[in-house]
């Protein structure tokens, strides 16, 4: 099974190759976002205990969103893998993932980051804010912040996989099809 973490900052292009990535190797997209609402409109355990956490603005609990992803996991036992979209953003939560894997008997091929420098990273975001009208992508110094909150705090996941030889570095400047091929290569190497 090929088990996928794509990683990059805000702006990286971490949707667009997923997108194209779901598509040729046939994975099943794992984001957390989705998983949570899915989970509360379907009233599961689970989810009403992320609701009520939600509706009292406080953060879901690691071991809320693992047992949700585990639950996403058991309900597609017969994929071809998974991509792992915003999860883990913390080496706690990379740690958790991996012993639900281990559970499993399955385990993380491998970490993509996508690589590109921040003047770039701020150029595409402003882009962005001008299509979408996503106010924290049309301020640079919300931008900023995003980013910054990345290094401090989404950077270290990098290295946690880099200790596993599961970590790849791929340019993310460039065409889309160019950085597509680059990833495709390495992914083939995992399996």
């Known amino acids: 099974m090929l088990n996928l ?8 292009g971490k949707g667009t190759q997923s997108e194209k990535l ?3 190797y046939q994975l099943i997209h794992l984001s957390t976002g989705d998983i949570l609402r ?4 379907a009233c599961t355990a689970l989810g009403v205990e992320a609701k ?10 690691d071991e809320v969103v693992i047992g949700m992803i585990s639950n996403k996991l058991d309900a597609n036992r017969e994929a071809k893998g998974f991509i792992f979209d915003g999860f883990p953003r913390t080496v706690t939560q990379a740690e958790a993932l991996d012993a639900l894997l281990a559970s499993k008997d399955e385990a993380i091929s491998g970490m993509l980051a996508l690589e590109v420098e921040q003047e770039e990273l701020v150029k595409r975001l402003l882009l962005r804010g001008e299509v979408s009208g996503r106010p924290d992508d049309a301020n640079r110094e919300v931008i900023a912040k995003r980013i910054e909150q990345y290094k401090q705090k989404t950077e270290p996941v990098a290295n946690y996989y880099k200790k596993q030889n599961k970590y790849t570095g791929v340019t993310g400047t460039g065409s889309v099809d160019d950085i ?7 992914v083939d190497n995992f399996n």
């Open 5 to 12: 973490v794509l990683f990059g900052p805000p702006g990286a």
């Open 180 to 186: 597509f091929l680059s990833i495709c290569t390495v």
């Open 52 to 61: 009520k956490l939600m509706d009292n603005g406080l953060l879901v609990p």
């Open 22 to 24: 779901i598509r040729k």
């Open 38 to 41: 899915a989970e509360i409109a």
